[in-house]
C-alpha cells in the first residue's frame, strides 16, 4: 500500500503569495496530521482531524493558517498571505484508529518563502 | 515544563556496538504512549517502537528496543549491533490520553554510527 503522499516536495515563493500544501493519507487511516518542523522550535503539530472534522487545530500558529479535509483521502494546509518565518518543512501524517496509533508520516514538504 | 526531554544532542557509536538514546517524559495522564521515531538525512519520519503505559514487558522490535522505567518516567531508546544506517536524528514523542492522539516530540539526539 502507498505511504503518505504529499506535494509539492519543495516550493519556494515570495512573502506575501498564498501557499497550498497537499497531503493524501493512507487509505483506511481516519486521522490525519500536519506538523511543522523548523531548528528553532523542532517538530510542532499544528492541526489534527478524525474522519475529516478537526479536532485539534490550536497549534495553527496565527488566522494565514487554514487546513481543510474535504474527503478521507484529501487534505490542505494553506498560508495566506505567506511570510519568510513560515519557512519550515510541513509533514502530513496519518493513522488508524486503533491504539497505538503510532502515525505514519508524508516525506515532507519544504518551504522556502523570501 | 517540557514534556520530552532528549538530553543528548548527538552521540557517537561504533558499528556494530549497541547504543542507548535518553528520553524522560513528564505526565499525570495514568495513560500514556511513548514513541520513538528516526529521521535520516533525506528528511522522511520512520516510526520505530512504541510503549504504552499499561504495558509490563519492555518493547522490542527487531535490533530495536525500548527501556521503560516507569517510577522514573524514562523511556530510553537502545539500539543492538549498530549499523552505518542507523546514522540519523532520533526523536522520542508521547501522547497522553487526555490530550486524544496529539504527539508530542523532544528535541532529538543525532547518532552517527562510525567504522
Known amino acids: 500500500d502507498a505511504g503518505v503522499i504529499q506535494s509539492p516536495r519543495h516550493e519556494v515563493t515570495e512573502m506575501g503569495q498564498e501557499v497550498t500544501l497537499r497531503c493524501k493519507p493512507i487509505s483506511g487511516h481516519d486521522y490525519l496530521f500536519w506538523y511543522r518542523q523548523t531548528m528553532m522550535r523542532g517538530l510542532e503539530l499544528l492541526i489534527y482531524f478524525n474522519n475529516n472534522v478537526p479536532i485539534d487545530d490550536s497549534g495553527m500558529p496565527e488566522d494565514r493558517f487554514s487546513a481543510k479535509m474535504p474527503n478521507a483521502s484529501f487534505s490542505t494546509l494553506k498560508i495566506q498571505p505567506s511570510e519568510p518565518r513560515d519557512s519550515a518543512v510541513y509533514f502530513c501524517?496519518?493513522?488508524?484508529?486503533?491504539?497505538?496509533?503510532?502515525?505514519?508520516f508524508g516525506p515532507g514538504t519544504r518551504l522556502t518563502v523570501t | 515544563a517540557q514534556k520530552i526531554t532528549q538530553t543528548q544532542p548527538g552521540m557517537f557509536v561504533q558499528e556494530k556496538e549497541a547504543v542507548t538514546l535518553d528520553c524522560t517524559y513528564d505526565?499525570?495522564?495514568?495513560?500514556?504512549?511513548l514513541f520513538w521515531y528516526k529521521q535520516p538525512s533525506s528528511g522522511e519520519m520512520i516510526f520505530l517502537i512504541y510503549?504504552?503505559?499499561?504495558?509490563?514487558q519492555n518493547a522490542t522490535e527487531g535490533r530495536y528496543s525500548l527501556n521503560f522505567q516507569k517510577a522514573r518516567k524514562s523511556a530510553n531508546l537502545v539500539i543492538s549491533a549498530s549499523q552505518l544506517g542507523d546514522s540519523a536524528m532520533y526523536f522520542c514523542a508521547m501522547r497522553e490520553r487526555e490530550y486524544g492522539n496529539k504527539l508530542v516530540f523532544g528535541a532529538g539526539t543525532i547518532l552517527r554510527v562510525k567504522s
Open positions: 510503549q504504552g503505559s499499561y504495558d509490563q
Open positions: 505526565t499525570s495522564d495514568p495513560s500514556y504512549g
Open positions: 501524517a496519518s493513522s488508524l484508529p486503533g491504539s497505538p496509533h503510532e502515525q505514519y
